[in-house]
């Protein structure tokens, strides 16, 4: 059944409704909310669609100026680090020249003395006087740590040598000594003393002078020099030797006097006598020769030091 709309009567006219509703306003009543009033927004929304969205972004990709501005930052960025790596590369090699640097000087350091003149010896053994024995070898092992590892030790230092060798054995271990030391090489103190049946005194003391050089109080690096054929020595020539190997009252600290005999075969061993009898033997017989006594030459033989056959 379709209900109706309930009647209640006839309508009251509007005016009558008007003047209804005002007499149920309430007068003095403090509002509860702000009036709201319109204003003006400033922000705009752009609507666009998506297929001029996707126009869009193909337009941006195509975009010349924007693709150049995109590269130009990816090759700066490119430039930048290819930079850093240069400089990274170049800082690396010079910290590792340097490193390398030190680590060949520690390796390469200045060798001593004594090193330098056991090398060398070795070396003209090897190729020049492979026949020296064991036992020559090592008394210039001795000689060596006598030189250069004993420097409180200024005691002058005689060396006969005989044998056939015995002026170029001489003279290159004479020239060993100088270049082992530490000090500028004078080419005029290594020249070698030639006896003759002619040398003085005089002449002979003013050779080995000038060769060894003056007396120093405060040397420590040996004095070399080479006589050759020792044994021609006139007897007051012979005191020269003396005066030079003395012990007590040496004019030069640390000299080293290499001699040689004339005679190449003195140094052969006999079979009742070695090869120092033998020389000792043949000094003392040319020296009596030459104006000394048996008395007299003993003490002056005594002052040799080694006796070393080659």
């Known amino acids: 059944m379709v209900q109706t709309r309930k009647s209640f009567g006839n309508l009251p006219n509007d005016k009558t409704l008007q003047q209804k509703r005002r007499s149920l306003e309430i007068p003095n009543v403090q509002r509860i909310y702000p009036v ?156 070698s003393i030639r006896i003759e049946s002619g040398t003085n005194r005089a002449d002979f003391h003013e050779n080995l002078r000038e060769i060894l050089g003056p007396s120093l109080s405060s040397q420590s690096s040996p004095r070399t020099a080479v006589v050759l054929d020792v044994d021609l020595l006139r007897w007051d020539a012979v005191l020269v030797l003396h005066a030079f190997s003395d012990h007590e009252k040496y004019p030069v600290p640390k000299t080293v006097l290499f001699l040689t005999v004339s005679d190449a075969n003195v140094s052969a061993e006999t079979n009742t006598k070695t090869c120092d009898e033998e020389m000792n033997s043949f000094l003392t017989t040319r020296w009596i020769e030459n104006g000394g006594t048996s008395d007299n030459i003993p003490p002056i033989i005594a002052r040799i030091s080694y006796f070393l056959c080659v």
């Open 36 to 191: 709201l009033q319109e204003t003006t927004s400033y922000a705009t929304t752009i609507h666009t669609s998506e297929k001029q969205d996707e126009d869009d972004v193909y337009e941006t990709e195509n975009d010349s100026s924007f693709a150049s501005s995109q590269a130009s930052e990816d090759t700066s960025y490119s430039s930048e680090t290819k930079d850093m790596w240069k400089y990274a590369m170049i800082i690396g090699v010079v910290l590792l020249a340097i490193v390398i640097g030190l680590v060949i000087a520690n390796g390469k350091q200045e060798k001593t003395s004594y090193e330098n003149y056991i090398e060398s010896i070795r070396s003209i053994l090897h190729t020049q006087f492979s026949s020296v024995s064991k036992e020559n070898r090592n008394l210039l092992r001795h000689i060596g740590q006598r030189l250069f590892l004993e420097p409180e030790n200024q005691a002058p230092l005689v060396v006969l040598v005989g044998g056939k060798s015995a002026k170029e054995f001489s003279e290159a271990v004479n020239r060993v000594i100088q270049e082992s030391k530490h000090e500028k090489i004078d080419s005029s103190k290594i020249k």
